[in-house]
């Protein structure tokens, strides 16, 4: 009895220890197939520097991407995605044109005689009127007398002078800009504006001087067909300052007379900076508080030129030199 109780113990034993074997065995087998078939768990597949190795052991020629940008908005979210490239674009569309011809300008310096660049980078302070751009419409004519209008600048000796419409007069933006005139059979004038052409004058249309009109066509012709273009003629003639009837230090009314191109601003020194003034539709600035009369006086026109004027006394109707003049694009 004792012998088979000392056997069977025995034999329960090895089971045990074949059916670790074995189960060490499998164990082995699957932790070998799951490396074998992980992916880019393949054999040799990375060399010990890292370089990416093709299946045939060679290393591969093609680049390691570089891993892309993350946005703010989710990967996996394309609603969110298709908002942010909008916004982006919107962004970049949107740019201030004022910053990118500032930095133009600035290069370019706009040289005498250098030929005009296209309206909305060259000039990015300009109204409905623009460099470079040609303008059709239609030319009539009226008794200019001593060349005054609308502009206030008084009396000229100059009659090659221009009543320019309610829509491109843009309440005296067109005030003292030159314009290049041009007739269907190819006579043209160079005329200044100093007036106001109110309706039924048209977009586009010029009332010009007896004097100019007569350039272009017999005054019988009554209405002709024209194209006309801003210019920046050649002068020799520099800005000047004059301060309105009534003004003082308390109130005033500023014109700039004489300047090459359009203005597009001015502004009056305040001790701590710039102040720019409302233009009038008689083409005064104006200080209802007295800001700025009599002090430094900044003018900027339409291609971001600065011209700075030191101080200028308080002379109401007295046209005052300043030795400044815009350059000519």
């Known amino acids: 009895m004792a012998a088979p109780t000392h056997r069977r113990p025995f034999r329960v034993r090895r089971r045990t220890a074949v059916v670790s074997v074995a189960a060490v065995a499998v164990a082995v087998l699957v932790v070998s197939l799951v490396v074998a078939l992980r992916p880019g768990g393949e054999a040799g597949s990375v060399r010990a520097d890292g370089t990416p190795v093709a299946a045939d052991g060679r290393g591969s020629d093609a680049p390691t991407p570089s891993k892309p940008k993350q946005s703010s908005a989710s ?11 909008s916004s982006s674009a919107a962004a970049t569309a949107t740019a201030s044109p004022a910053a990118r011809s500032s930095a133009t300008q600035s290069s370019a310096g706009g040289a005498p005689g250098s030929a005009p660049r296209s309206g909305s980078d060259s000039a990015p302070l300009a109204g409905r009127i623009k460099p470079g751009v040609g303008y059709e419409g239609v030319a009539t004519h009226y008794d200019a007398a001593d060349g005054d209008g609308a502009c206030t600048y008084g009396p000229s000796p100059d009659l090659m002078v221009a009543a320019m419409n309610t829509a491109d007069y843009e309440t005296s933006k067109a005030c003292g800009a030159y314009l290049l005139v041009r007739a269907g059979g190819g006579a043209s004038v160079t005329v200044r504006v100093t007036n106001e052409c109110p309706a039924p004058c048209a977009a586009g249309q010029l009332d010009l001087s007896e004097q100019a009109f007569a350039k272009l066509a017999a005054l019988s012709a009554g209405r002709i067909q024209i194209t ?102």
Do not use: M
């Open 75 to 85: 990967p996996t979210d394309p609603t969110a995605t298709a908002s942010t490239a």
């Open 228 to 329: 006309w273009s801003l210019l920046s003629p050649d002068t020799s003639d520099t800005v000047s300052i004059r301060y309105k009837t009534g003004s003082t230090r308390y109130w005033c009314g500023i014109q700039a007379i004489g300047h090459r191109n359009p203005l597009a601003r001015l502004e009056v020194g305040t001790g701590g900076g710039w102040t720019s003034l409302t233009r009038t539709e008689y083409n005064y600035f104006l200080s209802p508080d007295g800001t700025g009369c009599g002090g430094p006086i900044r003018l900027t026109d339409i291609y971001g030129e600065q011209l700075t004027v030191d101080a200028l006394a308080v002379r109401p109707d007295t046209v005052q030199q300043t030795g400044v003049q815009f350059a000519r694009h």
